[in-house]
């Protein structure tokens, strides 16, 4: 299996150099030449648990690496760190499947992915000879930074340095990344929005300067976040697995096709579910659900990225996002693999703000479905069906629910559907509660966790008890401007 960078000038590789590396030179993400299938019949891989589903999908993409390796690699990652011994859950409330992937280390999706990159990387370096420290540089809107500082902690021969938008995270967020142990984490908090950050990290990967001061100081930086795809390729997993689960519980019929929402920001998330149909699971619409910066809706309803508006801070910070990031592993699949095509329209929006994809493009999408949730929408469907069921989902997956019954109102669409839970209601305490009329306004972050377990009847998760207790490590703060300089003074190189 190949990689190939979306903008195409650099050589075709083997997925460990695309991992160690993480974003191509040419400033592109790297992408599979070709998509592979599920060749085996799903009668005989329902009855697999969640290991072996996650080992059955890498090994497609990852065949570079033996097999030893990559069971240990999956082994190591999808253990005990885990609340459920099957890894996810799914639960059937009212006319949908919630698909919750929050019972990992940092209770939020981000776990499914971030537990095992470190063990990949780690691993494609040691098949690589490499011997250069690598230097894991990632931008965060609020869940990707505590993962990725927890699977990276006191790894050998990785530094992890997360940058996040000091006011555009919650309490919980901010304070689980800020506490965080291990003598090679670092944690910066910037003066602008998601949007700055990832732009500045981008910009850093690509500046050339930069990247010889490494090289001399016998460093390389590499990506946690989803356009390393070494951290794509393990969220296909769990399409592919509760697309089975489903099936061995006689939920659904072999080869019935199923519908997937997905609360979408990075556009990660929803592009493993777009993978997983690609290798043969039936999945019929992709529903991209956003919140009030509803660029993504707006871009497949018209085919125009237009990223020139107002930024939102919403009750849902991990979506409040106006330039996704892995739309472009997308445009080059709609393009006919067209680098040339892909090149363009990242040039028109670096420099004007915005591009216009082409009519051929827009109908290659015609599997996407996209609609957007207001604040109050995503607070009304999480006291809905608090009511009815006494089911609370956070507000991310309040947005996907929210989309997913308007969908079904306008198209009177009953295809069984996987409503993507993707972080714990523990971690937007406050957001939930007063979405169920609570009053909250005296009470901290931490007091509302024990009001949550209360009324969810659910223990609050291991990885948040104690989080208000724990000592500040990290209080680093800087502007947009002064990325780099910060990497140069952490890492102790020479300006």
């Given at each position: 299996?190949?990689?190939?960078?979306?903008?195409?000038?650099?050589?075709?590789?083997?997925?460990?150099?695309?991992?160690?590396k993480?974003?191509?030179?040419?400033?592109?993400?790297?992408?599979?030449?070709?998509?592979?299938?599920?060749?085996?019949?799903?009668?005989?891989?329902k009855?697999?648990?969640?290991?072996?589903?996650?080992?059955?999908?890498?090994?497609?993409?990852?065949?570079?690496?033996?097999?030893?390796?990559?069971?240990?690699?999956?082994?190591?990652a999808?253990?005990?760190?885990?609340?459920?011994?099957?890894?996810?859950?799914?639960?059937?409330i009212?006319?949908?499947?919630f698909?919750?992937?929050?019972h990992?280390?940092?209770?939020?999706?981000?776990?499914?992915?971030?537990?095992?990159?470190?063990?990949?990387?780690?691993?494609?370096?040691?098949?690589?000879?490499?011997?250069?420290?690598?230097?894991?540089?990632?931008?965060?809107?609020?869940?990707?930074?505590?993962?990725?500082?927890?699977?990276?902690?006191?790894?050998?021969?990785?530094?992890i340095?997360?940058?996040?938008?000091?006011?555009?995270?919650s309490?919980?967020q901010?304070?689980?990344?800020?506490?965080?142990?291990?003598?090679?984490?670092?944690?910066?908090?910037?003066?602008?929005?998601?949007?700055?950050?990832?732009?500045?990290?981008?910009?850093?990967?690509?500046?050339?300067?930069?990247?010889?001061?490494?090289?001399?100081?016998?460093?390389?930086?590499?990506?946690?976040?989803?356009?390393n795809?070494?951290?794509?390729?393990?969220?296909?997993?769990?399409?592919?697995?509760?697309?089975?689960q489903l099936?061995?519980?006689?939920?659904?019929?072999?080869?019935?096709?199923?519908?997937?929402?997905?609360?979408?920001?990075?556009?990660?998330?929803?592009?493993?579910?777009?993978?997983a149909?690609?290798?043969?699971?039936?999945?019929?619409?992709?529903?991209?659900?956003?919140?009030e910066?509803?660029?993504?809706?707006?871009f497949?309803?018209?085919?125009?990225?237009?990223?020139?508006?107002?930024?939102?801070?919403?009750?849902?910070?991990?979506?409040?996002?106006?330039?996704?990031?892995?739309?472009?592993?997308?445009?080059?699949?709609?393009?006919?693999?067209?680098?040339?095509?892909?090149?363009?329209?990242?040039?028109?929006?670096?420099t004007?703000?915005?591009?216009?994809?082409t009519?051929?493009?827009?109908?290659?999408?015609?599997?996407?479905?996209?609609?957007?949730?207001?604040?109050?929408?995503?607070?009304?469907?999480?006291?809905?069906?608090?009511?009815?069921?006494?089911?609370?989902?956070?507000?991310?997956?309040?947005?996907?629910?929210?989309?997913?019954?308007?969908?079904?109102?306008?198209?009177?669409?009953?295809?069984?559907?996987?409503?993507?839970?993707?972080?714990?209601?523990?971690?937007?305490?406050?957001?939930?509660?007063?979405?169920?009329?609570?009053?909250?306004?005296?009470?901290?972050?931490?007091?509302?966790?024990?009001e949550?377990?209360?009324?969810s009847?659910?223990?609050?998760?291991?990885?948040?008890?104690?989080?208000?207790?724990?000592?500040i490590?990290?209080?680093n703060?800087?502007?947009?401007?002064?990325?780099?300089?910060?990497?140069?003074?952490?890492?102790?190189?020479?300006?």
């Amino acid at each position: 299996m190949l990689y190939k960078s979306t903008r195409g000038k650099e050589k075709k590789i083997y997925s460990s150099d695309a991992i160690v590396k993480g974003l191509a030179e040419d400033g592109g993400l790297y992408v599979p030449v070709e998509i592979p299938v599920i060749d085996q019949p799903f009668n005989e891989l329902k009855d697999k648990n969640y290991l072996e589903i996650a080992y059955e999908v890498m090994s497609k993409f990852f065949d570079d690496f033996d097999k030893n390796s990559l069971l240990e690699c999956v082994e190591s990652a999808y253990d005990h760190k885990f609340d459920k011994k099957e890894i996810v859950d799914i639960k059937e409330i009212n006319d949908a499947y919630f698909l919750e992937l929050y019972h990992g280390p940092t209770i939020a999706f981000k776990d499914m992915a971030l537990s095992i990159l470190p063990h990949l990387l780690k691993t494609a370096c040691k098949k690589l000879n490499f011997n250069k420290e690598v230097v894991i540089l990632t931008a965060t809107s609020g869940d990707t930074g505590k993962a990725a500082l927890e699977g990276f902690a006191d790894v050998e021969g990785t530094k992890i340095i997360v940058f996040y938008p000091k006011d555009g995270v919650s309490d919980i967020q901010e304070r689980q990344m800020t506490t965080q142990e291990g003598k090679n984490t670092f944690v910066v908090s910037i003066d602008g929005n998601f949007d700055d950050a990832q732009r500045g990290v981008k910009e850093i990967f690509s500046d050339e300067n930069m990247n010889k001061i490494l090289e001399e100081n016998n460093y390389v930086f590499s990506s946690a976040n989803s356009i390393n795809i070494g951290r794509l390729v393990p969220q296909i997993v769990y399409y592919v697995y509760s697309y089975l689960q489903l099936l061995k519980n006689e939920e659904i019929k072999d080869g019935e096709k199923i519908n997937v929402v997905v609360p979408t920001g990075n556009f990660g998330n929803i592009l493993a579910a777009y993978y997983a149909k690609q290798m043969g699971i039936p999945i019929d619409q992709l529903i991209c659900a956003s919140n009030e910066n509803n660029v993504l809706c707006d871009f497949f309803n018209t085919g125009v990225y237009d990223r020139k508006r107002d930024f939102k801070v919403t009750n849902s910070p991990s979506m409040d996002i106006l330039v996704s990031s892995n739309l472009e592993r997308l445009l080059y699949e709609i393009s006919g693999k067209n680098e040339n095509a892909v090149n363009e329209l990242m040039e028109k929006l670096s420099t004007e703000g915005e591009y216009r994809i082409t009519d051929e493009m827009k109908n290659n999408m015609k599997d996407f479905h996209a609609d957007f949730a207001t604040e109050k929408e995503t607070q009304e469907v999480i006291n809905k069906v608090y009511k009815e069921s006494e089911y609370l989902m956070d507000t991310h997956t309040a947005v996907a629910y929210s989309v997913y019954k308007k969908y079904k109102e306008e198209t009177k669409d009953n295809t069984k559907t996987i409503i993507v839970s993707t972080a714990s209601p523990f971690k937007f305490t406050r957001s939930v509660i007063e979405s169920i009329g609570k009053k909250c306004e005296s009470m901290d972050d931490f007091e509302l966790m024990k009001e949550l377990s209360i009324m969810s009847k659910v223990d609050i998760p291991n990885a948040v008890t104690d989080l208000d207790k724990r000592e500040i490590l990290h209080n680093n703060v800087c502007s947009k401007d002064e990325m780099k300089d910060v990497i140069k003074e952490l890492l102790g190189v020479r300006k």
